[in-house]
């Protein structure tokens, strides 16, 4: 009897060897990051409102789109330039708070421009992977004269390849 239950095991096994393929182990996400290169962004205003009485300082009515190209160093890509989340043309912003992981991000960041004096903060929240992202932000200016605003927008990126000579800030 004992013979007849270890054959038994013993052709089971074997079949388990050459049977159907284990389910792939899940990708580990926790530690991906944005690719190295030159990132090409687009944003569009979805809505915007006026905060005080003074005329917008800032071009944010809904439908408003514009482009950015940055590049992303090596090393940099769970924590990459901020002017690549922002979607503000021809700001300079640093992170406040950045949390990438699992294919997560949420950031928030304090920006200024030469043209306007104060401050835009700009907080974003979304989905990436090492070759893109889709975000959606949340704007609001804080400027010492009239014109604040506060606008949301969605934000997309894609990795372009090799960085440029000529990238610079979103």
Known sequence: MRFIAFASLLALAACSEGGAPQKEAAKDTSKMELAAGQWETVSEVTEMNQ???????????????????????????????????????????DYENIYMSSGRIN????????????????????????????????????LVTDGDIHFKAKMTGRHAGVCTAASGKA
């Open 107 to 142: 950031a928030s960041m304090s920006c200024t421009r030469p043209d306007l004096k104060g401050k835009v903060m700009v907080s974003t929240e979304g989905t990436y992977t090492d070759k893109g992202f889709d975000l959606t932000s949340d704007t609001r200016t804080s």
């Open 51 to 93: 905060e005080d009485g003074g005329a917008p300082a800032m071009k944010a009515s809904p439908g408003t789109k514009t482009a950015g190209s940055v590049c992303v160093g090596e090393g940099e890509g769970k924590r990459p330039p901020a002017a690549l989340l922002s979607g503000i043309e021809n700001a300079s912003c």
